[in-house]
């Protein structure tokens, strides 16, 4: 149903929608209670602005979340399901198991880990994203104004993603950052529709993996 071969992928009745951010307009779109956009002209292209930083390509934090993953975390699977640090049967299992999509930066990532040039810009551009954040919650509550939108829902994913690494540090001293991620937990679509789908073992590699390469992400962000 994707031509990417990729999640998402949404069918509603005889529709098929794919991509994260269009699937969220679509929703919003059809199911128009609550309304989800911001009230304003100016907070729906902060918010639309702010979707786009998600899905840039190569330049998107999208992708930034998944190097950093992978350079924190999830390296460490797929090197004991080969079994050795052969350079060769490494990158044979990168071909055999992973999306063509994404072969082009795990070599580096998986082979470099922390050290990679992708994982430390990666982790720089979080560290710049969570910068604009606080600079904008100084304004209101939420990413795009006073009520909650398809901006903060997006990147709430992402932030979990970062606290499931233990990476909680980057936002310690941004106390509106902090503020606002509680309260995006508080919800009780959090609650209901994020912690009911967790998979212990996936959280256990993050978890074990983040405490591990958390030292290195601290240098990279105080260099």
């Given at each position: 149903m994707n031509s990417k071969a990729v999640v998402p992928t949404l069918v509603h009745g005889n529709q098929v929608i794919t991509e994260s951010n269009v699937i969220l307009e679509y929703l919003d779109d059809a199911f128009p209670e609550p309304v989800l956009r911001p009230?304003?002209?100016?907070?729906?292209?902060?918010?639309?602005?702010?979707?786009?930083?998600?899905?840039?390509?190569?330049?998107?934090?999208?992708?930034?979340i998944s190097v950093i993953t992978y350079g924190a975390a999830y390296r460490l699977?797929?090197?004991?399901?080969?079994?050795?640090?052969?350079?060769?049967a490494i990158d044979a299992e990168i071909d055999r198991s992973m999306n063509a999509n994404s072969k082009r930066w795990l070599q580096e990532t998986v082979h470099e880990g922390t050290e990679a040039e992708s994982f430390k810009?990666?982790?720089?551009?979080?560290?710049?994203?969570?910068?604009?954040?606080?600079?904008?919650?100084?304004?209101?509550?939420?990413?795009?104004?006073?009520?909650?939108?398809l901006a903060d829902l997006a990147y709430t994913s992402y932030m979990t993603r970062l606290?499931?690494?233990?990476?909680?540090?980057?936002?310690?001293e941004r106390p509106r950052?902090?503020?606002w991620y509680?309260?995006?937990?508080?919800?009780?679509?959090?609650?209901?529709?994020?912690?009911?789908?967790?998979?212990?073992?996936?959280?256990?590699?993050?978890?074990?993996?983040?405490?591990?390469?958390?030292?290195?992400?601290?240098?990279?962000l105080t260099f």
């Open positions: 009230r304003t002209a100016h907070g729906r292209a902060r918010m639309r602005l702010l979707l786009m930083r998600l899905d840039s390509g190569s330049d998107g934090i999208h992708h930034d699977q797929l090197l004991e399901r080969v079994g050795n640090r052969d350079r060769e810009k990666a982790i720089c551009n979080m560290d710049a994203l969570l910068g604009d954040f606080e600079t904008m919650l100084m304004r209101s509550d939420w990413l795009c104004g006073p009520d909650y939108s606290e499931m690494l233990n990476f909680q540090g980057m936002w310690s950052v902090r503020s509680e309260r995006l937990k508080d919800r009780s679509s959090y609650r209901n529709g994020i912690l009911d789908w967790l998979n212990p073992d996936a959280v256990k590699v993050l978890d074990e993996g983040g405490r591990a390469a958390w030292p290195e992400v601290r240098k990279i």
